[in-house]
């Protein structure tokens, strides 16, 4: 081992710590973890798991090299804490000091890829009189789902490393977090440190916080620091990306604004690359360091006019909405002087937004844009497959995230690993991370991702547009999810490909320009008859819930007869009788609503303004919140229950 490993391997040292209750000394460990910000303590949820699912508020101890203090949880991934096994992707957890103190903090990988070689494994273990740190040679030989590393079948793990980093002594960066040893075996699996971004908002916090503070260049007791650590070129003609740019590059992303939403990092991030995609898929990106992230071949850093490049779209981007910032441009100025390629630095110095990432024009007035609902290709969607579990009283659901980026086939984001399902009442909060984690990522400036919500019919009174992951909202910002965004239904029950009778309803709706409301169910009507024949611009409306009684005979016959457009009121209704005043007003309310469609695919998002008047409390759109609309597109159509990802279409 060299002198230049010791001092990395020192510094690793004193950024991880154990977990332990908040008693004595003697109390037992729980698990590893390591600071990634002042303040900030990364470790494996089902570290905490045993300890804090009674109370998520409980004291406990963090203590390490030169630090000893209380915590409490601030977040973990967890959406079932009563399953005691915790999936991979959902296996971290951040724990918040109680109060300032002074330590170390590691340097946490950027880059996209994840690793695949040796690393140095790094935690405590119980012993007499006390825990022991350690560290442990190591090898990743394989990748699982999104976010596993799978650490090769002779390396022995001491029981207490859980939570603790994944060095990679190469970059001199952690890569990872140790989740568990195999049991009665050697080996294990750990999570890559890009599973860190499921954190959404506190993620943004946590990692602005870190480039903060190691770009304040601080030194350990020994002198020693992170990026001067970490090997690279300190190629004195510019003509290398080293780490010290990259330590001062993030620190400056870090001082900007985040970035709006995902497509615009991405967008940068392509153009940085002169239109070249990056290997592997595409990861969440939430900050402008993840855009950074993916200017990497393997672990080699592109060429610095790459880098440059990407800063400066960063920085036009944020001057073009007034938040520009003249120490990055400087910087990237005084970068490009160091680089003696004086005839290549038009590549990085001439750059220019592309128009879908320039500030919109200022509205005329107040007329609100109305969004068209994306066809195939036509855009992103995310999906939500809600499945009734099979002979579960009261009824309970298995649930499965679909995301399809609108460039090719969608794919699986994520499935229900849960093994009793999540009662109607638990989904919001199951759903939270995983689906409003990804809902987040994917919003463009000013154009939510559309949702779709697929149910059996018998479920189509489940109030979705009603659901908030958001705690606490923004004023400017509606929090409900029907306000927020482009939400619609769909029917479970039609998997798979789409039959003729639906296929050609929907292909003569949307050649339509004027659309009416269609009372439903027709009078005297008893029989699917009447709504197999029914005219083309018809979109049946109720004014009752379509889950139960009447109005569940008469949304199967919809659905039968091949309509994939409806309306229903999921509020109580009368079974037996004639309807109340306010379903005529109800129905009248509807017949005005549809006379402002200029298309079927404005439908979704004109619902969407009612529904924001509704959420900002504007007079006169009450009538509508208890709406619910069925938008069931045959050309897109929903994955079969035992398809593959690649072969399942939206």
């Not at 036009?316 to 007034?322: F, G, L, N, P, V």
């Not at 937004?353 to 969004?371: C, D, F, K, Q, Y």
């Not at 009752?544 to 009121?569: D, E, F, I, N, Y």
Request: aromatic share 8%; net charge negative.
């Amino acid at each position: 081992m060299s002198e230049h490993d010791d001092r990395l391997f020192e510094l690793v040292r004193a950024a991880t710590v154990h977990l332990l209750p908040a008693g004595g000394k003697d109390s037992p460990l729980w698990g590893s973890g390591f600071f990634v910000a002042p303040g900030w303590v990364l470790t494996a949820a089902h570290v905490l798991r045993p300890h804090l699912a009674a109370d998520r508020t409980t004291v406990f101890r963090v203590r390490g090299e030169g630090i000893d203090a209380e915590a409490r949880l601030a977040e973990w991934l967890i959406t079932d804490p009563r399953s005691p096994k915790v999936p991979l992707a959902e296996d971290l957890a951040l724990v918040r000091l109680t109060g300032e103190h002074l330590h170390e903090c590691v340097w946490l990988t950027d880059r996209a890829a994840r690793h695949t070689g040796a690393l140095k494994a790094c935690g405590y273990y119980p012993g007499p009189p006390e825990a022991h740190f350690r560290i442990v040679d190591a090898w990743i030989n394989g990748h699982e789902d999104t976010y596993g590393l799978i650490i090769k079948s002779d390396i022995d793990i001491p029981s207490g490393m859980s939570g603790g980093p994944l060095l990679d002594p190469e970059t001199g960066a952690v890569v990872g977090l140790i989740k568990s040893r195999r049991k009665d075996k050697d080996g294990g699996k750990a999570v890559a440190v890009a599973a860190l971004r499921r954190f959404g908002e506190t993620y943004r916090t946590v990692m602005a916080a870190h480039d903060r503070w190691h770009g304040e260049e601080p030194m350990s007791e020994s002198g020693d620091n992170w990026i001067e650590l970490q090997r690279g070129s300190a190629d004195g003609q510019g003509a290398v990306w080293t780490p010290r740019d990259r330590r001062k590059a993030l620190a400056l992303l870090a001082a900007l604004p985040p970035p709006p939403d995902e497509p615009t990092v991405k967008v940068i991030a392509k153009v940085a690359r002169s239109g070249n995609q990056w290997p592997g898929a595409t990861p969440e990106l939430r900050t402008w360091r993840d855009g950074h992230g993916l200017l990497y071949e393997g672990t080699a850093p592109l060429d610095p006019l790459t880098f440059l490049r990407y800063l400066r779209l960063v920085e036009a981007h944020a001057r073009a909405r007034d938040s520009g910032s003249p120490l990055l441009a400087g910087w990237i100025d005084e970068r490009l002087r160091r680089d003696t390629r004086r005839y290549l630095h038009a590549y990085a110095r001439d750059v220019s937004l592309p128009g879908e990432l320039r500030p919109p024009p200022e509205a005329a007035g107040p007329e609100r844009v109305v969004i068209s609902y994306p066809g195939p290709g036509e855009g992103p969607v995310v999906a939500l497959l809600l499945d009734p579990v099979i002979g579960a009283q009261p009824v309970r659901f298995f649930w499965q995230i679909w995301y399809d980026d609108g460039d090719g086939l969608p794919e699986v984001h994520e499935t229900d690993a849960s093994v009793h399902g999540y009662r109607p009442d638990e989904l919001v909060q199951a759903l939270r991370v995983p689906l409003g984690g990804l809902l987040e990522s994917k919003d463009r400036e000013g154009h939510p991702v559309p949702l779709e919500v697929a149910l059996p019919a018998e479920y189509f009174d489940t109030a979705v547009h009603r659901w908030r992951f958001a705690d606490i909202a923004a004023l400017n910002d509606p929090g409900h999810l029907g306000a927020r965004r482009r939400l619609v239904l769909r029917a479970l029950e039609r998997r798979g490909e789409p039959d003729n009778l639906w296929a050609d309803r929907w292909q003569s709706m949307t050649a339509g320009r004027r659309f009416q409301g269609w009372r439903i169910p027709p009078p005297g009507v008893v029989d699917a008859t009447g709504y197999r024949t029914a005219a083309l611009d018809r979109i049946p409306v109720m004014c009752r819930p379509a889950g139960q009684g009447t109005g569940r005979v008469a949304m199967k016959h919809a659905l039968s007869g091949g309509h994939s457009v409806a309306l229903w009121h999921i509020g109580p209704h009368p079974e037996r009788g004639a309807c109340l005043p306010e379903c005529d007003a109800l129905h009248a309310r509807v017949e005005k609503f549809l006379e402002t469609l200029g298309s079927l695919a404005e439908l979704p998002d004109r619902l969407r303004h009612v529904r924001q008047d509704i959420s900002e409390q504007r007079p006169d759109s009450t009538w509508a919140e208890p709406l619910a609309l069925l938008y069931d597109d045959p050309r897109r159509p929903l994955p079969g229950e035992e398809s593959e990802t690649v072969d399942a279409p939206l």
